[in-house]
């Protein structure tokens, strides 16, 4: 007869190999879907200065982009020289990989070129030249092994965090699939936005800090806070308003962890913050001077955009047309963007994914809980959520402009799933399939048709593509043999694909009996 305890330790196994079952389930479904839709790889002109700058350093040994800046819009301007116009981070992702994949990127540009021919005027012109074309592959390499992985990461990160909050597993799987099915997150991340790549950095922080404070955590060291401290670091080089929202994680993190771990938190936040600087002193005269201030700006986009005038700037001929060197860096309070970003805009945030108001009812439910580490999470989730409005209100300009949905308000998307948690597991299972069903038609479309979309129901779009992705789609526009009959058969081999996978997942592991736990919902394990 075993002993109490080996029969304590047998019952007790079940639960985590459920538990592990459902997180690698989540990773796995999350990356194959992100991978099939990645999108944006080939004419995002922010993500193309980001990996010219990558090139430049790589092949060049400089932050230089004279040769690689033909038809880039994106771009910076200093003593007679080109620069990315984007934030540092991206393009520190994706030296490494530009490194090691440089010797294949070569062939493989010049196999592609006959293709890149084909392609109409206008998009062709980004890929007339085989660095063009490598530029491109750098850019779908970075990301299907960065930045769709990590952002995969962001859905079992909800599930720990929700599960923690509420304690009901079911509920808070449920939550992460409309993360990753139900929400814009899809669209964006798989279109390696570097909102959701930050935001997915900065809640691996407050992932790590709750990990640690229920006795969960892989390992307690400061090397693990150093790695920590250097991806939120990463967060603010990749896009600088982020700062706003690594501040209370990081404040959270310091006071719940000990003398050596906050040692290593600080390190790693030097580490990257401290190579962003000096990108800046390098290209632009000062660790405090970003590519904003000396972009090179459109005379409408000034006028328009950012109700400025043009007197006294220096004008440069590029991409066809005059632009200024203007220092884009300008903050002026506008409330309205959070309720058009949120509500009022064409493609807000909750046109798509209504049951994120339930954030409202889900942060006053984690206030009022009587778990001490519940009552934290919400606030420093919500003060994180407070820090992306702030971050929302201060641009001079409307944030859905080239992109589907408030790109701008994407990073709080996380966020506010797990202040809903309380308030979503609260509903009958029933009631979250049909709202994550509901939520998943509209973001489903605009994972397939990315920038395309202009409503939450673009069904046009599907009458003319068929089901789609972003690949399938732009190799119609250009009549590279792909109809809308053979994309609509390729999509329902994938969703073949996904419920098979699904199914795989969700079987109970073996020997695991079905209970009742003490809330009275049915449920595999505890």
Known sequence: MP???????????????????????????????????????????????????????????????????????????????????????????????????????????????????????????????????????????????VLIPVAACTTVMLFDLARSAVGDRPGAFSLALLLAFGSL??????????????????????????????????????????????????????????????IPPAIYAVARTSWRERLGLAAGLALTLGLAAVYHYAAFGSPLRTPYNVKLTPVLHIRQQYRGGTEGLTWIEHCGEPMAVYNQDRRELRLGNIYDDAIGGPTALLRFTPPLALALVGVVLLGRAPSRSARELALVTGAAVLGNFLAVSLIPFAGFMGSVGPRYMMPAVPFLMLLMAPAWVALWAWARGVLLGLCFVPSYLAAMFTERVESPLAFDLVARFGLSNYIMSRAQEAHLGISPGLSTAVCLAFWAVMVALAMHYLRPPHGTQRRVDDGGRGDASA
Do not use: C
């Open 3 to 145: 002993a109490p305890e080996s029969a304590a330790a047998e019952a007790v196994r079940p639960a985590g190999d459920r538990r592990s079952r459902l997180r690698r389930g989540l990773f796995v479904i999350s990356l194959v879907a992100l991978t099939f839709h990645v999108a944006r790889f080939a004419g995002d002109n922010m993500g193309l200065a980001a990996m010219s700058a990558a090139m430049a350093i790589v092949e060049r040994g400089t932050l230089q982009i004279d040769p690689y800046a033909r038809d880039l819009r994106e771009v910076s301007w200093r003593d007679g020289h080109y620069y990315s116009g984007m934030p540092p981070g991206k393009s520190f992702v994706a030296v490494p990989v530009y490194a090691l994949t440089r010797p294949i990127l070569a062939p493989a540009a010049r196999a592609l070129m006959p293709v890149m021919r084909r392609l109409p005027e206008g998009p062709g012109r980004l890929f007339s030249e085989p660095w063009m074309v490598r530029r491109m592959l750098l850019m779908l390499l970075v990301h299907l092994l």
């Open 185 to 246: 997150w899809w669209a964006h991340a798989a279109g390696g936005s570097a909102r959701t790549f930050a935001a997915t950095l900065v809640l691996a922080l407050l992932w790590w800090v709750a990990a640690m404070r229920a006795g969960t955590a892989p390992a307690r060291r400061p090397w693990a806070m150093l790695g920590l401290g250097a991806a939120a670091g990463l967060a603010v080089a990749t896009r600088y308003d982020m700062i706003l929202m690594v």
